[in-house]
């Protein structure tokens, strides 16, 4: 599943809910007993903790996959009055709300994967992902986030993203189908669905594709960026209003999209190549995040996971009226 179910956490009921999906994802993806009753312990003290500390905030829940493995990840969101003593918040044993042996340590030893970022009065974001079973250290390959959220009141996203693998490197695509529902997302996904199928395409091959696959669809908007490791360049593509940047030292470059609806009207599949400095991050999204956001803003946010980057910007940035797609990218170092 590319994009997450959303819970929000206002009350004690609301983490039910949240615990039942969560279990038909583990259910789904093979996880043991005993693999699952760790996944339930740590979003249980991950809604407990919103509630207790922030009052109000949010679980995003989506299923992972990699190389026939399959996983979950939990992000906690809130904008409450963060943590000031982290080393002893992430001390594992000690719990914040009155549960059994839980706590930020106890939640990054129970999960396979932890990481958090939180600001004095700015809130909190906690990313945890269980897997079915050992799962290998990918060396040297990259480290993708992304938030895809529906619009309020649809079951579907009409957003999707997809990442591929090539020779050179990986192809990043993010794609917002017109208007909203099973319409739009039929014509997202209809756009990933070329880069799995062609992955090793150039990003003006890919537009073009896309565009054929997508006449008998809504159309979407849709970009392409196809980075290579080796050189340490992206070639970006796209048509219609996803915005991408290159964050790294200094300002963010935006790179440039062209008017037009791929399934519908293109006047030119044109793309352009761009540096991509050492340790410098991809972020792409669709335009129902707001444009005007600055990392410096976050002090030490760039070197948090990707999908942490994600969901800061989800947070703090998302219009609240339409599809959001945030996907952010680094390159292994």
């Not at 030292?249 to 999209?257: A, D, L, T």
Request: proline share 4%; charged share 20%; hydrophobic share 40%.
């Amino acid at each position: 599943m590319r994009w997450q179910a959303q819970f929000p956490i206002a009350d004690p009921s609301h983490v039910a809910q949240a615990r039942t999906a969560l279990g038909s994802l583990m259910h789904d993806g093979g996880f043991d007993e005993t693999r699952a009753g760790r996944g339930n312990l740590v979003l249980t003290e991950a809604a407990t903790n919103i509630l207790k500390h922030a009052g109000e905030g949010s679980l995003l829940i989506r299923s992972l996959a990699s190389e026939g493995l399959k996983g979950v990840e939990v992000l906690a969101l809130d904008s409450g009055p963060g943590i000031r003593d982290w080393a002893h918040s992430s001390a594992d044993g000690v719990s914040s709300s009155g549960t059994q042996g839980t706590g930020l340590g106890a939640m990054r030893r129970l999960s396979d994967e932890f990481d958090a970022y939180s600001r004095d009065r700015k809130g909190t974001i906690v990313r945890m992902a269980m897997w079915s079973g050992a799962r290998k250290e990918e060396s040297g390959s990259c480290n993708v986030g992304a938030v895809c959220i529906p619009m309020k009141g649809e079951e579907v996203c009409g957003d999707s993203w997809g990442i591929a693998s090539h020779p050179e490197g990986v192809t990043l695509v993010v794609a917002d189908g017109l208007g909203h529902g099973l319409q739009a997302h039929d014509a997202s996904e209809a756009a990933i669905e070329v880069l799995m199928k062609y992955p090793a395409d150039s990003a003006t091959r890919l537009l073009d594709t896309a565009h054929a696959a997508l006449r008998s669809t809504r159309g979407a908007a849709m970009a392409v960026a196809r980075c290579d490791f080796a050189k340490r360049e992206i070639v970006y593509a796209g048509a219609g209003n996803i915005s991408g940047s290159i964050v790294g030292e200094g300002p963010r470059k935006q790179m440039m999209s062209h008017n037009g609806i791929v399934g519908h009207k293109i006047h030119s599949s044109r793309a352009t190549p761009y540096p991509w400095p050492e340790g410098a991050l991809l972020v792409m999204h669709s335009d129902g995040l707001e444009t005007q956001w600055n990392l410096d803003d976050y002090p030490g946010l760039v070197e948090r996971h990707p999908a942490l980057i994600a969901a800061v910007l989800y947070r703090d940035f998302t219009r609240g009226r339409d599809d959001v797609t945030v996907a952010v990218l680094r390159a292994g170092r």
